[in-house]
């Protein structure tokens, strides 16, 4: 997951939101990401943290009718990880 999210950091552009889902939301959580992604536009998937025990320290929550509306509004989404 880190190398994954420090790539997508690395070639995100002015303007590009990042959504961490599945296992990615665990950096929401960790104290070492959260400082690194305080600055970005970020939404973390709410039932991803759910099925984790982990509660986001950073970020908007987002539920999967918000995803959509958010891939709507901003278009195809770039991929990272498996």
Do not use: F, N
């Amino acid at each position: 997951m880190s190398q994954d999210l420090e790539l997508a950091l690395r070639y995100r552009m002015e303007g590009d939101l990042v959504v961490l889902m599945q296992d990615a939301v665990m950096a929401a959580a960790a104290p070492g990401w959260c400082e690194r992604l305080a600055e970005v536009p970020l939404y973390v998937m709410k039932e991803d943290l759910q099925a984790r025990g982990l509660s986001s320290g950073i970020g908007m929550e987002l539920d999967m009718p918000g995803l959509i509306r958010l891939i709507a509004e901003h278009g195809s989404p770039q991929t990272w990880g498996g």
